[in-house]
C-alpha cells in the first residue's frame, strides 16, 4: 500500500481526484489497514455545486470513501470548496490560507483525455494556490488547485485506467514533438518530488511494463 511506502510527515494532507475512476481505488483504501486518525482528505478540484451533487468530487470522496471507513478514527474531509457562486470569493480566500499552511505531502491525480490533471486546462502560472475558472462548455464555475502548488507537492500519483486513457499517456511520455500543453505532461517533467504513474492493463502504452513505476521524466 503506498501509504506504508511513503517517508511522511504527519498530521498528513492528501489530494484525491474525482470522477468515476478512483472509485476502484477508494474501494481498496476502505479495507487497507491505514491509521486515519492524522491524514486530512481534499479535492484535487471541485466545481461549485452543492455537496450532494453528483458532479460534486468532495461530494464523491465522502460517499465512497469517507462514509465507507469503519474505523473509529476516520479521515477529515476538508470542505472548503464553495458550493455557490456567491461563496467563491470568501471560499477561494480561506482555501489559499488553509493551503499555505498545511502543503500537501501526496496528490492523487487524474488525467484527463485531454491532457488535464486536477481543474487545469490550460498553462496558468499563478502565483495562489487556487484559482477559480469557468470553461465555455460547463454550466458551472471550478475551483482547482494550482500548478504552482501541485509543482511543490513531494509525492505526485496519476491514477490512470481504462482504455480511453491509453492514447492521451502515450502522447504524454512519447510524443516529444508536440508543441500543445498538456497539464499533466507539464506536471511529470517540472514537479519537484517524485512522480508516479499507476496503471490498469487498458491504459498502460504499448512497451511498458505494468505495475507502480517512478517516471524520470526528463524530456
Known amino acids: 500500500m503506498i501509504f506504508k511506502k ?15 475512476s478512483p472509485k476502484i481505488f477508494f474501494n481498496r483504501l476502505i ?11 481534499m479535492a484535487t478540484d471541485d466545481r461549485v455545486v452543492s455537496l450532494s451533487s453528483t458532479n460534486s468530487n468532495t461530494g464523491l470522496i465522502k460517499r465512497e470513501l469517507v462514509d465507507n ?36 505531502q501526496i496528490a492523487f491525480l487524474g488525467i484527463g483525455e485531454d491532457g488535464h ?17 469557468k470553461n465555455l462548455t460547463d454550466p458551472y ?33 512519447f510524443n516529444k514533438n508536440s508543441k500543445r500543453f498538456l497539464p499533466a505532461k507539464f506536471l511529470l517533467k517540472n514537479g519537484l518530488g517524485k512522480k508516479i504513474i499507476l496503471c490498469d492493463r487498458k491504459a498502460a502504452p504499448s512497451g511498458v511494463d505494468l505495475g507502480e513505476s517512478i517516471i524520470d521524466f526528463d524530456s
Open 69 to 104: 471507513i469503519t474505523n473509529k478514527n476516520k479521515p477529515s474531509l476538508i470542505g472548503f470548496y464553495p458550493k455557490k457562486k456567491d461563496d467563491i470569493e470568501n471560499k477561494l480566500e480561506l482555501l489559499e490560507y488553509y493551503l499555505s499552511n498545511n502543503i500537501p
Open 6 to 20: 511513503l517517508t511522511i510527515r504527519k498530521p498528513l494532507t492528501v489530494l484525491l481526484p474525482g470522477g468515476n
Open 141 to 173: 464555475y471550478r475551483i482547482t488547485i494550482s500548478m504552482n502548488l501541485l509543482i511543490r507537492i513531494p509525492y505526485l500519483i496519476f491514477l490512470v485506467l481504462g482504455s480511453s486513457k491509453k492514447k492521451s499517456l502515450e502522447k504524454i511520455l
Open 31 to 41: 479495507n487497507c489497514d491505514i491509521n486515519w486518525n492524522q491524514i486530512s482528505l
Open 117 to 133: 490533471t486536477a481543474g487545469i486546462f490550460e498553462k496558468k502560472m499563478t502565483k495562489n494556490n487556487c484559482y477559480s475558472l
